[in-house]
């Protein structure tokens, strides 16, 4: 239950921000949290030059 909202969390922050900076700016975490949430949720996602983040 937890992890599905901290999943959900993270999904908006990556659809929201151009960033993982910004992403984690949002969610108040630090990058290596966010870096391992990312990791513990297999949640892959790729910043493209002149584009948003692509998740995976």
Known sequence: ???QF???L???ALKRHKSIVQCCEALNIPRSTFV???RKYDLTCAVFPGTVLAIF
């Open 1 to 3: 239950m937890v992890e």
């Open 6 to 8: 901290e999943k959900s």
């Open 36 to 38: 391992d949430k990312r």
């Open 10 to 12: 993270i999904l908006a």
